[in-house]
């Protein structure tokens, strides 16, 4: 387990990642359409949401190793649809990537110790 000099910074990526988490197991369980119909559809929804909520919650434990999961899964996801869109839905992702920086910040060692 990562030892982390910064307990407000990592539980202030506890406590964002698991709000995200429980908002993206709401929004699939609530989803009421047809399912992914093709092979990028599958990956995507793999790597978003059900792989980002794992990468937090493996954050939890491995703060380091989660945080970088979870940003490799938004890029793989963004890879994976190849589609382009507005400003407004870049900035959503952004926000939600806001976890990881927080654990990532709250593993890095200090100058001089």
Do not use: H
């Not at 990468?55 to 999961?69: K, T």
Request: glycine share 8%.
């Amino acid at each position: 387990m990562t030892r982390t000099d910064r307990p407000a910074l990592t539980w202030a990526a506890r406590l964002t990642s698991l709000g995200l988490v429980a908002v993206l197991t709401l929004a699939l369980i609530g989803e009421s359409a047809a399912g992914p119909s093709g092979w990028r559809e599958w990956a995507y929804l793999g790597f978003f949401p059900v792989g980002f909520s794992i990468a937090y919650l493996a954050a939890w434990r491995w703060p380091r190793a989660g945080a970088l999961f979870a940003l490799a899964c938004m890029f793989a996801s963004q890879l994976v649809i190849a589609r382009t869109f507005d400003l407004q839905a870049y900035i959503v992702w952004a926000i939600l990537c806001v976890p990881a920086l927080l654990f990532l910040a709250s593993t890095r060692k200090r100058n001089g110790s």
